[in-house]
C-alpha cells in the first residue's frame, strides 16, 4: 500500500532514471495523465505494467476508487505527461488525500523544467520564487502587480500562443528594461535559450513565433 510519485523525461527520454524505470516496473497500476503519450515512454523502456488515466478532468471522480485500490494493498505509481507530478500538473489531490488515509507516499527525485531554466539563464538562483501559470483572467493583473515588487527570481510557465501576450502585460507592470531569460522545447532538439531584457524579447518572439512549452525566468528587483 504505497503511492510512488515518477517524474518523466520533459523531452528527451534518455533522461528517465535508472530508478523510476525499476519502480514503473515493480508497481501494480500507474496513473498516467494522457495513456497514449506515457504508452510511448512505456513502451521505448518495455514497461509493461498496467495504466489508467487519472487528470485534471477526472481525479476528483476517482480519487475515491484508487484510494481503495491502495487499501487492497496495491502499489500505485503516478506520472504525468513531462515531469513531475504536482508541479503544475495533476497529483497535490491524490497525494493530500493518501497522506490523510495513511497511505505511504514517495516522491523519486527527477525532472522539472524550471530548473533547467533558471540554472541556463544565468540570473540569481540562490532564491527564487516558482509562479507556475499565471490566472488565465480573474486576479492576473493582481498577481502581476505583486510579482512586480519581487526581489526574488520569478519562475513562469506559459504555453507559446501567450507568450507576446503575456510579454506585453509583464512589461506594462514591470518596465522593458528588466532581465528575462526565455527557455522552450527544453531537452529537445530544438531547445533554444533567449537571454535579454523584457523589450527585447518581445521585439525578438514577434519575429520568430515560439513552438513548445515555454520556461520565464525574470529576474527580481
Given at each position: 500500500m504505497k503511492l510512488f510519485v515518477v517524474p518523466t523525461p520533459i523531452g528527451n527520454l534518455d533522461d528517465i532514471t535508472?530508478?523510476?524505470?525499476?519502480?514503473?516496473?515493480?508497481?501494480?497500476?500507474?496513473?498516467?495523465?494522457?495513456?497514449?503519450?506515457?504508452?510511448?515512454?512505456?513502451?521505448?523502456?518495455?514497461?509493461?505494467?498496467?495504466?489508467?488515466?487519472?487528470?485534471?478532468?477526472?481525479?476528483?471522480?476517482?480519487?475515491?476508487?484508487?484510494?481503495?485500490?491502495?487499501?487492497?494493498?496495491?502499489?500505485?505509481?503516478?506520472?504525468?505527461?513531462?515531469?513531475?507530478?504536482?508541479?503544475s500538473d495533476p497529483g497535490f489531490l491524490l497525494i493530500r488525500e493518501s497522506i490523510k488515509e495513511g497511505i505511504s507516499v514517495e516522491c523519486l527525485p527527477?525532472?522539472?523544467?524550471?530548473?533547467?531554466?533558471?540554472?541556463?539563464?544565468?540570473?540569481?538562483?540562490?532564491?527564487?520564487?516558482?509562479?507556475?501559470?499565471?490566472?488565465?483572467?480573474?486576479?492576473?493583473?493582481?498577481r502581476l502587480k505583486l510579482l512586480s515588487q519581487e526581489t526574488r527570481t520569478i519562475i513562469l510557465y506559459i504555453s507559446p500562443h501567450k507568450l507576446i501576450r503575456t510579454l506585453e502585460q509583464i512589461i506594462t507592470y514591470f518596465g522593458g528594461k528588466r532581465c528575462i531569460s526565455v527557455s522552450r522545447e527544453l531537452t529537445k532538439i530544438f531547445e533554444e535559450?533567449?537571454?535579454?531584457?523584457?523589450?527585447?524579447?518581445?521585439?525578438?518572439?514577434?519575429?520568430?513565433?515560439p513552438r513548445g512549452e515555454i520556461v520565464l525566468v525574470i529576474s527580481g528587483v
Open positions: 535508472l530508478r523510476a524505470i525499476s519502480v514503473l516496473k515493480n508497481v501494480d497500476l500507474i496513473l498516467a495523465e494522457d495513456t497514449r503519450t506515457s504508452s510511448k515512454l512505456l513502451k521505448r523502456f518495455e514497461i509493461n505494467t498496467p495504466m489508467q488515466s487519472y487528470h485534471m478532468h477526472n481525479e476528483h471522480k476517482v480519487l475515491n476508487g484508487i484510494i481503495n485500490k491502495f487499501k487492497s494493498g496495491l502499489t500505485i505509481a503516478m506520472i504525468c505527461d513531462a515531469g513531475t507530478p504536482s508541479i527527477g525532472a522539472t523544467a524550471f530548473v533547467p531554466a533558471i540554472v541556463n539563464s544565468g540570473l540569481p538562483s540562490d532564491r527564487f520564487v516558482f509562479e507556475g501559470f499565471l490566472p488565465p483572467k480573474k486576479g492576473r493583473q493582481t535559450t533567449f537571454r535579454g531584457t523584457l523589450e527585447s524579447a518581445l521585439i525578438y518572439f514577434k519575429e520568430n513565433p
